[in-house]
């Protein structure tokens, strides 16, 4: 069975500093390329970044560019997202995500708050 | 960017009867297009995909159709578990996918 789990959420100051993890398990991660996609409490959902299966491929929402950074260790089974320089408007439940050209399954999500 | 546009934003049907979503994209996106649905504080869940394809597991009763730039998610009988916010979403554009706003289909 494919799992997703989130971790790493909490609250933050605005300019701070968070990594997220998302633990993956049930099927060969190393194989897949992921995405990290957020959602902003009582709106939609939107696109944040993507990472190739080797990393060599990684993409990033116009919002986040510059702020934030994706990774992966395929030997760790986990995927990575740095945020830096956080602001209230990346306030949101965080999901990590398997790529397939689209999103097959998606973990249950991690919620960053950045306030002050 | 391609922009999708759903609606309604709301839709109240009463269980049983026949939901009908519709999903606008600002440019053509093929048959790139999911449907997803989402319950209070869930994940989404992948529902259909190549406009038309049932994902795993899904019931008959919710069915895709469209291409280009119009879509549809029609649920034909709906079930008490099919009160949800339904999304859209291109991936025409892969990996730089965007989502509709989402329609919420509640009971009437």
């Known amino acids: 069975e494919v799992q997703l789990v989130e971790s790493g959420g909490g609250l933050v100051q605005p300019g701070g500093s968070l990594r997220l993890s998302c633990a993956a398990s049930g099927f060969t991660f190393s194989s897949y390329s992921m995405n990290w996609v957020r959602q902003a409490p009582g709106k939609g959902l939107e696109w944040v970044s993507y990472i190739s299966s080797s990393s060599s491929t990684i993409y990033y929402a116009d919002s986040v560019k510059g702020r934030f950074t994706i990774s992966r260790d395929n030997a760790k089974n986990s995927l990575y997202l740095q945020m830096n320089s956080l602001r209230a408007e990346d306030t949101a439940v965080y999901y990590c995500a398997r790529d397939l050209r689209l999103l097959d399954y998606w973990g249950q999500g991690t919620l960053v708050t950045v306030s002050s | 960017e391609i922009v999708m546009t759903q609606s309604p934003a709301t839709l109240s049907v009463s269980p049983g009867e026949r939901a009908t979503l519709s999903c606008r994209a600002s440019?053509?996106?093929?048959?790139?297009l999911a449907w997803y649905q989402q319950k209070p504080g869930q994940a989404p869940r992948l529902l259909i995909y190549?406009?038309?394809t049932r994902a795993t597991g899904i019931p008959a009763r919710f069915s895709g159709s469209g291409s280009g730039t119009e879509f549809t998610l029609t649920i034909s009988s709906l079930q008490s578990e099919d009160f949800a916010v339904y999304y859209c979403q291109q991936y025409n554009n892969w990996p730089l996918y965007t989502f509709g706003q989402g329609t919420k289909l509640e009971i009437k």
């Open positions: 440019q053509s996106v093929s048959s790139n």
């Open positions: 190549g406009a038309s």
